[in-house]
């Protein structure tokens, strides 16, 4: 166990054993007793995605144990339907960047090579839950507002589809969906937002369903940034971070 995988189970209950118990008696395969050993460099609890990676490890592990064979779209699958949701998990099984819709019963995904571009993650020293944070989401919004946000959303998507930084930092900034509702929980929120901009940065916006933010700077630029963001707010951890090109299924 590594330092971010302390106080996670190590028995049955761990996502990754779950996970690889649903893959292999989906398959129709009896389970192969095993012994685990894991290292994350993941904060837990803090919006970066540790339970996707769990799954997309289990995924994998279930695969080449038993000899499945399962192609990308099988694991992605399997993926979205334990999340609950594609948008972390096909990154984690693809690497790049992915663009995904799933409702429980289709899965699109598209995928495009690791983004030119770095990130700073602005790690807060609590946890949040992602259900206490899904609770403060409206039941219902307007339809203009909803209208504004998915034309922000599908122009983000174009943005990243053809590389267009400065563009995609900017419709990150224009969440409707998400920010409004959180924002609250993160302290110095707007300052942050502003310094990263004059630190040069594309833009900024929740990570997950929180508690970290993640700001898009530019490539190469991403230690600089994260240690001026953190030495104006220490109570964040910045974290240095760069995009992956393969995920957990391999090319």
């Not at 690889?20 to 095993?34: D, L």
């Not at 995605?49 to 699958?77: P, T, V, Y």
Request: overall charge negative.
């Amino acid at each position: 166990m590594s330092e971010n995988t302390e106080g996670l189970p190590v028995n049955e209950d761990s996502l990754i054993i779950q996970t690889m118990g649903r893959v292999t008696r989906r398959a129709g395969r009896k389970e192969i007793p095993c012994a685990l050993r894991v290292h994350s460099d993941i904060p837990l609890g803090k919006g970066l995605g540790s339970s996707a990676a769990a799954i997309a490890a289990g995924i994998e592990i279930a695969d080449r144990l038993h000899e499945l064979k399962l192609n990308r779209k099988e694991k992605m699958w399997f993926g979205a339907s334990i999340e609950g949701h594609a948008d972390n998990v096909t990154a984690a099984i693809a690497g790049g960047v992915t663009v995904s819709f799933y409702d429980g019963t289709s899965l699109e995904v598209m995928t495009f090579e690791a983004p030119d571009i770095g990130g700073v993650v602005l790690v807060p020293p609590v946890m949040m839950k992602t259900g206490d944070s899904r609770g403060l989401l409206p039941a219902q919004l307007d339809h203009k507002k909803a209208t504004e946000g998915s034309a922000a959303s599908s122009l983000m998507a174009a943005a990243l589809a053809t590389g267009n930084w400065p563009l995609v930092g900017r419709m990150m900034d224009r969440d409707i969906f998400h920010e409004p509702y959180r924002k609250d929980r993160f302290p110095d929120f707007d300052n942050i937002r502003e310094a990263s901009h004059k630190h040069g940065a594309y833009g900024m916006t929740l990570s997950g369903a929180g508690p970290s933010l993640f700001v898009a700077v530019p490539a190469g630029r991403e230690q600089e940034i994260a240690q001026a963001l953190e030495t104006a707010f220490p109570y964040y951890k910045a974290i240095a971070v760069q995009p992956v090109a393969v995920g957990s299924s391999g090319n």
